[in-house]
């Protein structure tokens, strides 16, 4: 075992420990916190593995950009930011029992046939910006534009989402429940 | 380093993930836990490219698109979620049963 295997253990388990944190905490702002801390090892795991590009990407888009949609979300929906007890559903058993199946599936699946494979990764510039931003703009060009226009997609999706709600919210109560586009907000609740 | 290291993390992290999708009430908290799973999944990806290493860096750039659809994917799903709130005052997602499949007897009487 190397200083490297330490290394990348030391981080996972990190992740890992952040990784349950978030997924047993009663607070739910300390939970996408700690989705931070979570990513954040993960991002560090990439860069032990030489995925420098991959790593900074994680940074960013998680780190930076969907921990703090989570944030808003937690905010707008109003979600209670102490700490609740009723966050969890009252199947934990079960839900602890197929989830550690699954993970038994997947470690007896995946680790066998490679039990004693060995990275090579001395001075291995695998994931450098070079290397990388060649492959993905000489091969994976026309995935890559489809990704844009698949993100414009999901964009527009939100905004006609978010604009159809605030137009009916607008209009009196009646109007709203004859305008015939589904239920109104007193009668949905049944 | 051991391949099979990598492949533990993120068979852990993706069970951790499960776990959570499957406990937590709250529809943010689920989205939260998919993410930790499609962070399993980046793991493995990178871990099996330095293992493969062909000239396409097949399971990186994968990495990078899975990144990428992961925040499209949130973001539709936040406005679900919005939306969801709005009409049903929760977002509790065991709470919200419009589409349950009811037993006709009991909803009869229950109008």
Request: charged share 15%; net charge positive; proline share 3%.
């Amino acid at each position: 075992m190397t200083g490297l295997d330490v290394a990348v253990l030391g981080f996972g388990l990190l992740m890992l420990a952040a990784a349950v944190a978030v997924v047993t905490t009663k607070q739910l702002v300390h939970a996408a916190l700690w989705l931070v801390v979570s990513f954040a090892a993960l991002a560090a795991c990439y860069l032990l593995l030489t995925a420098e590009i991959v790593a900074w990407v994680q940074v960013l888009i998680y780190v930076g950009a969907i921990v703090v949609l989570l944030l808003f979300g937690i905010m707008l929906t109003r979600s209670p930011t102490g700490p609740s007890s009723d966050v969890d559903t009252r199947n934990r058993w079960p839900a602890r029992t197929v989830a550690l199946a699954v993970g038994a599936l997947l470690a007896s699946t995946a680790i066998g046939p490679f039990w004693s494979t060995y990275l090579p990764l001395s001075a291995s510039s695998a994931g450098s910006a070079k290397v990388l931003g060649t492959a993905l703009f000489r091969f994976w060009v026309l995935p890559f534009e489809l990704l844009s226009l698949l993100l414009l997609a999901a964009l527009v999706a939100a905004v006609v989402l978010t604009r159809a709600k605030t137009g009916r919210s607008d209009r009196p109560v009646l109007a709203r429940s004859s305008s015939g586009r589904g239920p109104a907000i007193g009668a949905g609740r049944r | 380093m051991h391949l099979a290291l990598a492949i533990a993390l993120s068979a852990a992290l993706f069970t951790v993930g499960v776990y959570g999708v499957l406990v937590r009430r709250n529809a943010i908290l689920v989205l939260m836990s998919i993410e930790l799973m499609l962070g399993a999944v980046n793991l493995n990806l990178v871990a099996f490219d330095l293992l493969h290493h062909d000239r396409l860096r097949s399971g990186q750039v994968l990495a990078l698109f899975v990144i990428a659809i992961a925040a499209a994917e949130l973001g539709l799903g936040l406005a679900i979620v919005l939306l969801v709130y709005r009409n049903h005052g929760t977002i509790a997602i065991d709470a919200v049963r419009d589409h349950a499949d009811r037993d006709p007897a009991t909803v009869d009487r229950a109008s």
